[in-house]
T-cell receptor, first 117, second 113 residues
Framework: DAGVIQSPRHEVTEMGQEVTLRCKPISGHNSLFWYRQTMMRGLELLIYFNNNVPIDDSGMPEDRFSAKMPNASFSTLKIQPSEPRDSAVYFC???????????????FGDGTRLSIL | EDQVTQSPEALRLQEGESSSLNCSYTVSGLRGLFWYRQDPGKGPEFLFTLYSAGEEKEKERLKATLTKKESFLHITAPKPEDSATYLCAVQSFSSGSARQLTFGSGTQLTVLP
């Protein structure tokens, strides 16, 4: 079975540029999560979608970050304008929910390593 | 606020030398505790979910246990391919988002041949 697919795997860009990260969740999963991982802060949840609707975006660091999920098989995380402190590995995860509060495990993609120069 | 503390930060074992990793947690109502394995350059790979104190789960050389305050990941006769970072995460009834996971910082395990 195909897992969570993220693209690109690596992104290097200059400060001020727009960055778009992409995610295809596991087919049939109705919950999608965006995380950021750094050495200093570990894994942090940025935003969570359920049935394509953003439920909790309290982890989004600031207005420069935005996320969309136009359909059940695709999501994007956009940073505009990007800054060097945004450099991190960004992970997308999906899970099969059972209504609000389901505790099914989240399955992660292999991430996008983002470097902002 | 949910908190997860993992220890040790790093662990080096000889092949065949059994040991345990610790995950201490503080939550207001545990919905689930999850163990993941993460290899360099990869995303976390799901291992186990534990729901209530006294529960145990096993998979090959790994066994996870749960009490009301902590979880242990026991590794029996480890092999070099068990080398990875092991992450613990909790999901609680008190988190702002019912499905939000709070991760620990992980234990980096190295098994030497």
């Amino acid at each position: 079975d195909a897992g969570v697919i993220q693209s690109p795997r690596h992104e290097v860009t200059e400060m001020g540029q727009e960055v778009t990260l992409r995610c295809k969740p596991i087919s049939g999963h109705n919950s999608l999560f965006w995380y950021r991982q750094t050495m200093m802060r570990g894994l942090e949840l940025l935003i969570y979608f359920n049935n394509n609707v953003p439920i909790d975006d309290s982890g989004m660091p600031e207005d420069r970050f935005s996320a969309k999920m136009p359909n059940a098989s695709f999501s994007t995380l956009k940073i505009q304008p990007s800054e060097p402190r945004d450099s991190a590995v960004y992970f997308c995860a999906s899970s099969l929910g059972e209504g609000w509060g389901g505790n099914q495990p989240q399955h992660f993609g292999d991430g996008t390593r983002l470097s902002i120069l | 606020e949910d908190q997860v503390t993992q220890s040790p930060e790093a662990l080096r074992l000889q092949e065949g030398e059994s040991s345990s990793l610790n995950c201490s947690y503080t939550v207001s109502g545990l919905r689930g505790l999850f163990w993941y394995r993460q290899d360099p350059g990869k995303g976390p790979e799901f291992l186990f979910t534990l729901y209530s104190a006294g529960e145990e789960k096993e998979k090959e050389r790994l066994k996870a246990t749960l009490t009301k305050k902590e979880s242990f990941l026991h590794i029996t006769a480890p092999k070099p391919e068990d080398s990875a970072t092991y992450l613990c995460a909790v999901q609680s009834f008190s988190s702002g988002s019912a499905r939000q996971l709070t991760f620990g910082s992980g234990t980096q395990l190295t098994v030497l041949p």
